[in-house]
């Protein structure tokens, strides 16, 4: 079960806000400027079309001259809706500081949440995905086990059209990133991937023979040497240029946070992407 570091939490929360579309802006009484498409004539922005978006936002006028697909977004006053996805699966507990980790960073988020106002829902993703009631992610967080491999794939009820999606997991997935934004990604107003490795998951260091076992998917025998290190590494290069590539124009992106790195390291990433920012 993932310990996560209430302190390092409690810390935190005082001096940062929630902030996963920085072109947002308060408004007050728990309102904001919503990012998605609404129903005044108050230009907001542009963003790139995506497969599953509306093609009647699509502005023809930008495709006749760049040939470029974007979605010609207007002001929408919502209450603010948040939907964490957190992977469960058996990686993300390859050690129990990486669980760990994850877990803090996924109270963090929710607690950014809670604080702020926004309507927050938790999704836990393990053989299936389970919804969790506002309120109770605590001990539901508390109590997850992480096992089994594709609760990220399951069918997912009643998320919020235009809603602010965020992506707690290790990103390891045998489908890759483009499958798993085009499925957790449809009809959201942004959505982001707080990507969780170890230092050994970026750069491994093995060598020799060895029997490695893949926590989803069995053992094998395999000696690992230079050659299959660099093969590792430019396969790991293109997993992540895809995940960039899938994110690119839904938010903020990818933010990478390595488990030696410590917690801190991973707070000036989230500030730095503008998934949170200093409190006023």
Known sequence: MPTWNHRSVAEAATRLRLAVDPRRQRQGNGYRLGSGAGNSLEFHDYRSYVSGDDPRLIDW????????????????????????????????????????????????????????????????????????????????????????????????????????????????????????????????????????????????????????????????????DDRMLDRYQQRFSRHQAAWQEALRGRGVGLITCVVEEGFQTALKNLLKAGVVSNAQ
Not at 124 to 132: F, G, V
């Open 61 to 224: 006028g930008v495709y006749a001259r760049s040939d470029q697909l974007v979605l010609r977004r207007h002001r929408q006053e919502i209450s603010p809706r948040l939907e964490v996805f957190y992977d469960a699966s058996a990686s993300m507990a390859l050690t129990a500081e990486k669980e760990s980790f994850a877990a803090t960073l996924c109270a963090l988020i929710l607690s950014l949440a809670q604080q702020d106002g926004t309507r927050a829902s938790l999704w836990l993703c393990d053989n299936y995905a389970k919804p969790i009631r506002s309120g109770q992610w605590i001990p539901a967080l508390q109590q997850q086990q992480s096992s089994g491999t594709a609760g990220l794939l399951s069918t997912f009820s009643e998320l919020g059209h235009g809603s602010e999606r965020i992506l707690i997991t290790d990103g390891l997935y045998s489908q890759g990133g483009p499958a798993l934004v085009k499925h957790i990604g449809h009809g959201a107003g942004t959505l982001c991937c707080i990507q969780v490795l170890t230092q050994s998951e970026i750069q491994p260091q093995y060598s020799g023979g060895k029997r490695l076992e893949d926590v989803e998917g069995g053992f094998r025998e395999i000696v690992i």
